[in-house]
């Protein structure tokens, strides 16, 4: 009977509604910036994670929708009336609600995976864990807004829970980030771990970085107590029952709270080992990327080799291999590593190329090659550079291809100059002693010094 009932629920109530347009908006939101995820399945899971910025709204205010239809329908006192109790008429609306939005959140994912399985080098189960943290999350705002709707059969009650519902989600996590922020970006403190109840990610995650499995299950613990809140409520009829009905909620919080790591994302992450593995083309100078950008190395192999080439030809003890950096964006890290492994000199170190919609590289402006060039007098040392290192890198890049170095409009015209006046004292002096200061310069700076580098500009500023 039960089974039955279900079965009818699906076919005629607003359940299946409102599962498409959480389908529809949540497929539409992801397949409009394709290049954040694509080619890589733990991008995928969590920009799939923080569409529930949107998707948890929904899903309350659908859930406050189905849940007033008793009131509207002016038989709620006539089933009040019966022996049966509520929780048995409830059930089977609220099991169609969760097994709706369940899948259309997992048809979200599924839909959007088309732009990762073609280009993809890397698949790892921990992409699968964080995604499903997002069906007991969905499940839970849709039975907590059956439970609102049915305390508060007003047709205002949804449209409020969904305005609350992105409130709730989508800005206080940044709000709490930004107020430990201080104006020159640096953190007074990490975010607290409460921070990781609300199941969407409030900051990025590198693409060589995993969510923790601890992480995901912990928050998958809160949100089925918090599910298990919303169904104790939407059944209990007496205000003993309801106050119970909070207590899987606060017991669940009251356990995960303390076991969840501090620092918001960047604390919930660690670097995937297999992330950072090389893959390489030897077929010439050696190119490698990582394996979570293995999806660009046909097209990188081409500019980077047309780089080497011209370093080759100008720079003593030249790189003659071209490898991706193994390091996590400083931005990602919840203590940023001061001291990072430093490269070989036989070896260019380039940071990964754009992310085009298919999972590719893009290469379509001609940023990379020039972004090779001043990569080669370049370390990682694990501080930020000086304010005039990138504009020496410039000069030092414009020497490479024998063109006087171009400035993008946004540059300073007092710093366009200076670059200018650089390279032409740089080119005046003979070749012998121009190989000979770019040598000790590039030696320098895989030193961590940027002393001879910086003396390429000139000391007088405009």
Not at 57 to 67: I, M, T, Y
Not at 72 to 101: H, K, M, N, Y
Not at 214 to 236: H, I, K, N, P
Not at 379 to 406: F, H, I, K, S
Request: overall charge neutral.
């Amino acid at each position: 009977m039960t089974g039955r009932i279900l079965r009818i629920e699906l076919r005629r109530s607003a359940a299946v509604a409102i599962a498409l347009l959480i389908l529809v908006t949540g497929t539409v939101l992801l397949l409009t910036a394709t290049q954040f995820f694509a080619g890589r399945w733990m991008q995928l899971a969590v920009t799939t994670r923080t569409m529930l910025m949107v998707m948890l709204p929904l899903a309350l205010a659908g859930g406050a929708l189905l849940g007033r239809r008793d009131a509207r329908c002016r038989v709620d006192e006539l089933f009040a009336s019966t022996v049966r109790p509520r929780w048995q008429r409830v059930g089977p609306t609220a099991s169609a609600l969760a097994i709706s939005v369940a899948t259309a959140y997992l048809l979200v994912f599924l839909i959007a995976a088309g732009w990762v399985v073609r280009t993809s080098g890397y698949f790892t189960v921990a992409a699968i864990v964080v995604t499903a943290v997002g069906v007991p999350a969905l499940v839970a705002a849709a039975w907590l807004g059956m439970a609102a709707g049915r305390a508060v059969p007003r047709l205002i009650t949804a449209p409020i829970l969904a305005v609350v519902g992105f409130v709730l989600v989508g800005l206080v996590p940044d709000l709490v980030m930004l107020a430990d922020t201080a104006s020159t970006l640096t953190r007074f403190r990490p975010e607290p771990s409460a921070v990781l109840l609300i199941p969407v990610f409030s900051g990025g995650v590198d693409d060589f970085q995993t969510v923790v499995n601890r992480v995901s299950l912990l928050q998958m613990v809160w949100l089925v107590s918090l599910a298990a809140t919303g169904l104790l409520l939407l059944g209990a009829v007496r205000r003993r029952a309801i106050a119970l009905a909070v207590l899987p909620a606060v017991l669940g919080a009251a356990v995960t709270v303390p076991l969840l790591p501090v620092g918001g994302t960047r604390g919930a992450v660690a670097t995937d080992p297999v992330a950072v593995e090389l893959v390489c083309d030897s077929n010439g100078p050696q190119v490698c990327v990582t394996r979570a950008h293995a999806g660009t190395l046909p097209d990188v192999v081409g500019p980077a080799r047309e780089a080497l080439a011209l370093m080759a030809a100008k720079l003593p003890n030249a790189p003659v291999r071209a490898v991706e950096t193994q390091q996590v964006a400083y931005w990602a890290q919840l203590s940023p590593d001061l001291s990072p492994p430093r490269h070989p000199v036989d070896t260019l170190v380039f940071e990964a190329p754009t992310i085009n919609r298919s999972g590719g590289a893009d290469l379509s402006d001609g940023y990379f090659v020039p972004s090779l060039l001043r990569a080669v007098w370049e370390q990682e040392c694990g501080e930020g550079p000086e304010d005039d290192e990138p504009l020496a890198r410039m000069v030092a890049a414009a020497w490479l291809t024998d063109q006087p170095p171009t400035l993008e409009s946004w540059w300073d015209r007092a710093d366009a100059e200076r670059a200018q006046r650089a390279y032409q004292a740089l080119v005046s002096l003979p070749q012998a002693e121009q190989r000979q200061r770019m040598a000790a310069a590039r030696e320098a700076a895989l030193d961590c010094r940027t002393d001879a580098l910086l003396a390429l500009l000139p000391e007088d500023k405009p």
